[in-house]
């Protein structure tokens, strides 16, 4: 016969759930509290995931290659250049643009040594092959060789060409406007303008030692971006004749 192992007392009576129980005051105080937090957790809950869609779908997209923080004050541009000669900045940091110098014509020379003479394209040559030995530089009061003149241009000197005609009152200011260690100042026959200024690819026509483009021109150029080899030697090898200076 079975056997029934529950006891008289528990036949039929009801099964009591521990949430009907009464409550202390204390855990109704908790329970509410857990209420109310768990429904303050869930408004900013959402309140946070509308703002992420919302800033998303507002934000303003980058240009195709452009990382982020490059736009605006301080951006640095891409593919910028600066005019040669142009000073960088004034007394107040402020960026300042040299003046153009009016009249300036320029070439293309690649530099290359020979020992033989050479007939140049310009007159006076702005560059191009050239003796292996470079014309120190000086004032001189006879014409000097060319092919080691090109040279010196190549080392970043100016070259001042002037007329055999010009006067001498005129010769002297053209030597004091042009002071320095990387200048030559020659006459040259045939020149076709009273004063020609030349570095290497880059010449200026003068009319008048006294023209204010003179120590721009020297300013911009000597020792200056044209030249391939800029601040080289422009003394100690060779002494033409005619160096008075």
Not at 61 to 76: K, R
Not at 174 to 196: M, Q, T, W
Not at 221 to 228: D, K, M, R
Request: net charge negative.
């Amino acid at each position: 016969m079975p056997v029934d192992d529950s006891s008289p007392g528990d036949v039929g009576a009801p099964i009591v759930d521990a949430t009907d129980a009464p409550r202390s005051p204390h855990e109704r105080r908790r329970l509410a509290w857990n209420r109310r937090f768990g429904l303050a957790l869930g408004v900013l809950g959402a309140v946070g995931v509308s703002a992420l869609l919302v800033s998303s779908v507002l934000a303003p997209a980058s240009a195709p290659g452009e990382p982020a923080g490059t736009t605006g004050a301080g951006a640095t541009g891409v593919g910028g250049t600066e005019t040669p000669g142009a000073p960088s900045g004034g007394p107040s940091g402020a960026t300042t643009e040299a003046t153009p110098i009016v009249g300036l014509e320029t070439y293309f020379n690649e530099p290359s040594h020979v020992t033989t003479s050479v007939t140049y394209p310009q007159s006076p040559p702005t560059g191009g092959p050239h003796s292996p030995v470079w014309l120190d530089c000086g004032a001189h009061d006879r014409a000097v060789p060319k092919e080691n003149a090109v040279h010196s241009l190549e080392h970043g000197a100016v070259w001042a060409t002037y007329d055999p005609a010009l006067a001498p009152v005129d010769v002297a200011a053209l030597r004091a406007a042009l002071p320095g260690d990387h200048v030559i100042v020659s006459p040259y026959p045939g020149l076709g303008s009273p004063i020609v200024l030349t570095t290497w690819n880059v010449q200026l026509r003068l009319e008048s030692a006294a023209d204010p483009r003179i120590p721009a021109f020297a300013a911009a150029y000597l020792n200056g971006p044209t030249a391939p080899e800029p601040g080289e030697s422009c003394s100690g090898a060779l002494a033409a004749p005619g160096k008075v200076g």
